[in-house]
């Protein structure tokens, strides 16, 4: 019997075996180190990548983007891609990487008839380095109380009138929708007035397609004599007059408005998520269809907006002394209509008018 060369021939399999495994495993591991060293060849351009666009479009509105911000170490040619995300529009290259492509890989954009808010990506690109990708969020909003971007304020016919305001001085007419209240009419969206030479007013982060959206904000000074021929800036009092009747008990200038916060909000949306966060200490009745909006308000000095989706903040005709002037403003968790004071040439806020 070969009982022991049977046993080496054995042990000589498995060792080979064994080896072949070893041999295949450094095998994929060089692979993998050649791969690796590879792609550490790569190197990454230069800076950042950056281009312009508003946060807030309208529909069909055509934007030129230009990309900057990315360089060449080597200073050769960088080419450029755009993507546009949920928009339903294919990539696409605005310039290769090459030096006969002398395009500064700008993009015109017209973004189409879809409210929402979606990103829009730029890349730049370069043959042995890495992407430079920069991106921006861009929302689509339409004016208007019928299919635009505000739902929840209706205009219900033998309710509502329609106030063309036609001053010459703005950009173009606008409309808003007014109610008769207690014998008076009030605009029911905030007023969203500027001038074509002089902008009066500021549109939320300075984007004009948001100005009859949430209307614009104002400094005391400017919301004084910013509302439309036969109408004004209401003063404290002319307010009480109109909440008043609906109020649990009585009403004055030097105090908060207690229980008639939910009275002026409406369950109203934007592109279609609720402005007014629910809280169950705050009764939403709307009961006098002027549907208050969560516009928050702003430093007009340095653009700072706060308060959005939280706070309807609307200035009165009041002084409160020599620099500032009175608003009055709503918080989603409170119940009260609460009062400020805000200085008359750098604090903004909306502003609602009523009939002479």
């Known amino acids: 019997m070969h009982i022991c060369k049977d046993i080496e021939y054995s042990m000589e399999m498995n060792i080979r075996r064994i080896s072949n495994i070893v041999l295949a495993v450094l095998v ?5 180190a050649c791969k690796k060293e590879e792609e550490s060849t790569k190197k990454f351009l230069s800076g950042g990548m950056s281009f312009e666009v508003d946060a807030y479009v309208r529909p069909g509105t055509t934007v030129k983007m230009t990309p900057s911000g990315v360089t060449h170490p080597e200073d050769l040619p960088i080419g450029y891609s755009w993507s546009f995300g949920k928009l339903g529009v294919k990539a696409d290259t605005t310039k290769l990487a090459t030096a006969d492509d002398t395009r500064d890989g700008s993009i015109s954009f017209t973004f189409p008839d879809t409210l929402g808010t979606f990103t829009i990506t730029a890349s730049a690109f370069a043959p042995d380095y ?30 509502d009138e329609t106030l ?30 500027t001038e074509k030479d002089k902008k009066i007013g500021l549109a939320y982060q300075d984007c004009e397609a948001m100005s009859e959206i949430l209307g614009r904000y104002y400094s005391w000074e400017d919301a004084k004599t910013a509302c439309p021929s036969g109408y004004h800036l209401p003063s404290e009092a002319e307010l009480i007059a109109l909440i008043q009747p609906k109020a649990s008990s009585t009403l004055t200038a030097d105090k908060a408005w207690e229980g008639c916060s939910g009275k002026m909000m409406s369950y109203v949306k934007f592109n279609g998520s609720s402005m007014w966060e629910y809280w169950p200490d705050v009764k939403v009745t709307d009961d006098f269809g002027l549907s208050f909006l969560p516009a ?3 430093n007009l000095e340095d653009k700072k907006f706060k308060g959005i989706m939280e706070i309807a903040a609307f200035w009165t005709s009041d002084e ?13 968790d409170q119940p009260d209509v609460l009062r400020g004071a805000g200085n008359k ?9 009523v009939e002479d």
């Open 296 to 298: 928050g308000y702003c």
């Open 28 to 32: 994929i591991a060089a692979s993998a």
């Open 320 to 332: 409160y002394d020599s620099e500032n002037g009175v608003y009055r403003y709503i918080v989603d």
């Open 164 to 193: 063309d305001d036609v001053r010459s001085t703005q950009p173009e007419s606008i409309s808003y929708a007014v109610r008769n209240v207690g014998g008076r009419l009030w605009m029911r969206q905030n007023l969203a007035y």
């Open 345 to 353: 040439k750098s604090f903004g806020a909306s502003v609602r008018c």
């Open 130 to 159: 890495y992407s430079s990708t920069g991106s921006r969020i861009v929302t689509v909003v339409k004016p208007g109380l019928e299919g635009g971007s505000l739902s929840g304020i209706e205009f219900i016919e033998g309710e």
